[in-house]
């Protein structure tokens, strides 16, 4: 602990200002605290440490409606007559039920034994009095002993209003380890029809308050801060957003100064982070304290940190390791200072604010490890921060400082020290540093707690953004708005710290009048090494040369496996030090192979992890490779069939504990490879004029990285629109419902199946996909499991003809019930398409001209089919899209010296402002032009534009 204070200077900050977070309240969002802790028992000055304890799971509820009246001192509870001898009910009446330990889920720490028996099928009696006003129910006792008697329990009351506690078991001091654990009541229904029990069945919650504000052997952070408990998340570390943001709304109506939430790991959908990003954000604003969150241990792929865009209260924190906590912790030797790779990373537009110390003893649960423990992960650099957040609100008051939520986390920001060589994305504004934070807290300039001078926005956007990154597609151009917040116009010259970003054709400087958006342009010219690349553009203002914007470029340069499906490339890296690489893969790739090899060098061996997320930003595949503790692995290898198309990332890492091996530094080979049949363009899309009945083409096929034996067959055509049919379905929480029943027919080459919410309801309900089988009975065939979200979807490619039946889990539905419309698609071949067959076995990297010869259907306008791939056993291996528009308007495109691309009407002449593809870069066309760098080679011109038919042109086909 005293490494890690002393690391983000608290320890100096403390010592000097004789600050230790007195009269600030630290909100706890976790699994609960064990309060009979004796480092978590006072302050410094004697008041209580944990001030309020309340528990928005049901893990501790009881069900107490059942009422008894006493005969001869006694009550009966589930046929077990128990004493009350002396307990008073104002009414006469008692409530009674009981707390059992199978109600409390078996993977979690505590393991279903509360009292510490080595059992897990305890029964505790619990009884419910009005002990002050009749029928008013206000105490809890319980049979913590298991007796049968309540007449020996502590008379307990809500937690907040008593600050009592109790525990089950009794501890015998004559063994090693102790044989109970506490619990507290959070609440009691006045009603007397139920309880809950508060308890930390996990340790988390403990060691999080430990580091905040623990006060006795170990001393927190802050350890005259007091805590707020609110337990959110299980004892085996499960939960959910909904009480994690119930908990947040509490903590600010109880007036928390600081919430820590280090809770980094519950799964989130695209859809259904951005749902709890809007309630956040809405929290955030009606709130004054200071809210901390983990950035999350999903790392190190890009964008797997919590996501909080900005907001001015919200701190996120990453994962930092300097080499003494290395040595202390873990015994290794690493000479620099580290991130931890698991450390979620962000984007351009939302990255962690700072990182904290991520490794440290502290306090857990008394019957865990003799109450101390150590753990890792952002949830531990959260509350690093969180009492620093602590120590230096203190010190404001004291001062009578009047500091708003936006200007401290600034403070906390420009504070900070950067951690040499890691990226912005990946550790934000770097380490915090208390005692700097503190004088720019109070010294700090009108300038940097200003507001911001100028809003940045895309031009189809009114959301602000400080950032922006590449990873699916690469822009030669980004149109910015920038609008000047300052009063008065200003002007502000740009400048970009990368060679690769110019500004506007190098007209830099911009008047920006008061209120009134500018358009400017960022142009780019990626480097042609594959790797990722930030760039910042600065804006400064040209009267005082201060900067008043700034704006941050994330590219992901990818290797093209479309153009060489066969890549090696060798490395080296540092202990707790990353690489990354990205790779492009396209329709009809059969295979993709990722392969981590660790090289021995110097008569030792490093030690690598490879991380795999799929084109969506999906973890895949996680591994080791390299020297181990047990047996040396030199290679992991990632396959996956049937690829997504998009650009997939792979991280190399080295791991920690290389000295462990006899080595400083990790020597690797990564390898990729792809297989099947492709082409080397986004789609296969074909203008058909109108009327035209049949056309053939001629399109680049390319086979991958080993010999092909198998055929190609086409597919389609298909109406795009044709085949559809919708159902209204109410689905009720928590149930199954059944959909409706599908009738698929021969040659149907594609089922679509997607649920769409009816008046923006919020949830989240899981799809599956039945078929009937020979016997007569439905086995699952596909499922759709988006997390967080109402929407789902399922797409089978050649499915099989029959009957199907869709069912609808209703998982979570907080209005009880749902409104959905089932949307399904049968698009049938209708035997269109021929593609010229394959004769005899194509060698890897073989490329070709394959004849296309379609019959364009008389009806309809946009047509669907494939290019089935099968190898030798006549399976489908892969299918490379096909696409036919029909009847709209025709592009004609010019180059005029490899610098400018005409793009224009081919009946009307006309120039047209769209967007254009060069060798897969896209560009903008401004009044028919677009601009390419003069030495560009083009290979291939794409325009996708729904006004028009598509055009792909290949030079020199």
């Known amino acids: ?66 009422t008894v009246i006493p005969e001869k001192n006694l009550v009966n509870i589930e046929e077990q007559k128990y004493n009350v001898k002396g307990i008073r009910s104002m009414s006469g009446s008692f409530h009674i039920g009981v707390f059992k330990e199978q109600q409390l889920d078996k993977n979690s720490p505590i393991c279903q034994d509360v009292n510490r028996n080595g059992k897990n099928d305890d029964v505790f009696g619990i009884l419910v009095t009005d002990s002050l006003l009749p029928k008013i129910y206000d105490t809890v006792y319980v049979d913590t002993n298991q007796n049968f008697d309540f007449t020996d329990e502590t008379p307990l009351r809500v937690y907040s209003a008593s600050h009592r506690w109790a525990n089950f078991g009794r501890d015998n001091p004559a063994t090693d380890y102790v044989e109970e654990s506490s619990f507290v009541i959070t609440n009691v229904d006045r009603n007397g029809s139920f309880v809950k029990l508060g308890f930390d069945g996990n340790g988390h919650g403990t060691h999080v308050t430990g580091i905040i504000g623990a006060n006795g052997n170990l001393v927190g952070t802050a350890p005259g801060a007091q805590i707020m408990a609110i337990k959110a998340i299980g004892s085996s570390g499960d939960g959910n957003w909904e009480d994690i943001f119930k908990a947040i709304e509490y903590a600010v109506k109880q007036g928390a100064d600081v919430i820590n939430v280090s809770i980094g790991n519950l799964a989130l959908s695209k859809e259904g982070h951005k749902t709890q990003l809007e309630l956040l954000e809405k929290l955030s604003l009606e709130s004054n304290a200071i809210i901390v969150i983990a950035a999350g241990n999903s790392g190190p792929g890009l964008a797997t940190a919590y996501d909080v865009d900005g907001s001015d209260n919200i701190i996120t924190v990453g994962a930092y390791m300097s080499p003494r906590l290395w040595d202390i912790n873990y015994n290794v030797k690493i000479t620099d200072e580290t991130l931890w790779y698991y450390t979620g990373v962000g984007h351009s537009s939302s ?249 021995g060098k110097n008569n030792s061996m490093g030690r690598a992890l490879i991380y795999v997320y799929d084109p ?158 020979t016997a007569g009975l439905y086995e699952e065939v596909a499922l759709s499991a988006k997390i967080d979200v109402l929407q789902e979807n399922i797409h089978l490619t050649n499915p099989e003809p029959g009957e199907y039946i869709v069912y609808i889990d209703g998982f979570s539905i907080p209005e009880g019930t749902a409104d959905i419309e089932v949307k399904t698609q049968i698009l049938t071949d209708k035997m269109n398409v021929y593609i010229q067959d394959i004769y005899g076995k194509l060698n890897p990297n073989h490329q070709w001209n394959a004849g296309l010869f379609v019959n364009i259907p008389t009806t309809g306008s946009e047509f669907i089919g494939y290019i089935a791939v099968e190898n030798a056993n006549g399976n489908e291996i892969s299918h490379i899209p096909l696409r036919f528009v029909v009847g709209k308007k025709m592009l004609e495109i010019e180059i005029i010296s490899n610098k400018y691309i005409l793009v224009k009407e081919k009946d009307t002449g006309n120039p047209i402002n769209t967007n254009i593809m060069v060798n897969g870069i896209e560009y903008l066309v401004i009044d028919g032009k677009a601009s390419i760098p003069v030495d560009t080679v083009i290979e291939t011109i794409e325009i996708y534009d729904e006004r028009y038919a598509p055009l792909v042109f290949r030079n020199n086909y």
């Open 351 to 599: 990255r962690p604010t700072v990182v904290a110390p991520s490794s440290v003893i502290s306090t857990v649960n008394r019957w865990d490890s003799g109450g101390y423990f150590l753990m890792d992960g952002t949830s531990m650099a959260a509350p690093f921060v969180s009492g620093s957040c602590a120590l230096l609100l203190e010190q404001a008051k004291k001062e009578g400082l009047d500091v708003s939520t936006a200007n401290f986390k600034k403070s906390i920001e420009a504070g900070a020290r950067k951690i040499e060589g890691y990226l912005e994305i990946e550790q934000g504004n770097g380490l915090i540093n208390v005692v700097k934070s503190w004088d720019i807290l109070k010294h700090g300039t009108s300038e940097l707690f200003s507001l911001p001078q100028i809003a940045i926005n895309l031009t189809d956007s009114s959301e602000d953004i400080d950032g922006v990154t590449f990873r699916d597609q690469l822009k030669a151009h980004l149109k910015l708005l920038l609008t000047n917040m300052s009063p008065g116009s200003q002007v502000i010259r740009l400048e970009s710290d990368q060679k690769w970003l110019s500004i506007d054709e190098n007209k830099n400087e911009i008047v920006l009048p008061q209120g009134k958006p500018q358009s400017m342009m960022l142009s780019y010219r990626f480097p042609q090494q594959p790797g990722l690349y930030t760039a910042q553009t600065t804006g400064y203002n040209i009267e005082s040369g201060k900067a008043v914007m700034n704006f941050l470029t994330t590219a992901a340069v990818p290797y093209d496996l479309s153009k060489t499906c066969n890549i090696s490339i060798n490395g080296e890296l540092l202990p707790s030090h990353w690489k990354r690489y990205f790779f492009k893969t396209v329709p009809g790739m059969s295979e993709i192979d990722l392969t981590l090899t660790v090289l």
């Open 1 to 66: 602990m005293s490494e890690a204070l002393m690391s983000i200077k608290a320890d100096e900050f403390r010592k000097h200002y004789s600050v230790d977070g007195n009269g600030i309240k630290v909100a706890v969002i976790d699994t609960g605290v064990d309060v009979s802790h004796p480092d978590l028992q006072k302050t410094p000055n004697g008041s209580i440490k944990v001030i309020d304890y309340i528990d928005l799971t049901d893990e501790g509820y009881v069900d107490t409606k059942a």
């Open 616 to 773: 969506e930003g999906h973890k895949v595949y996680e591994d080791v490779a390299g020297a181990d503790y047990i047996s040396t692995k030199k290679s992991s290898c990632f396959k996956t069939a049937k690829p997504k198309p998009g650009i997939w990332e792979v991280v190399v890492v080295s791991d920690y504990n290389l000295s462990d091996f006899g080595a400083d530094t990790t020597y690797y080979r990564l390898s990729a490879e792809a297989f099947g049949i492709f082409t080397d363009i986004k789609e296969l899309s074909f203008a058909v004029k109108k009327g035209e009945s049949y056309i053939s083409r001629e399109i680049m096929l390319k086979n991958g990285a080993k010999v092909f034996d198998g055929r190609l067959e086409g597919v389609g055509l298909a109406e795009k629109n044709e085949g559809i049919s919708s159902t209204k379905v109410k689905v009720k929480d928590g149930e199954f419902t059944k959909g409706p029943i599908i009738k698929v027919p021969k040659n149907t080459m594609d089922l679509n199946i997607n649920l769409i919410p009816q008046n923006n309801q919020k949830g989240d309900m899981d799809l599956y996909l039945y078929k009937k089988n």
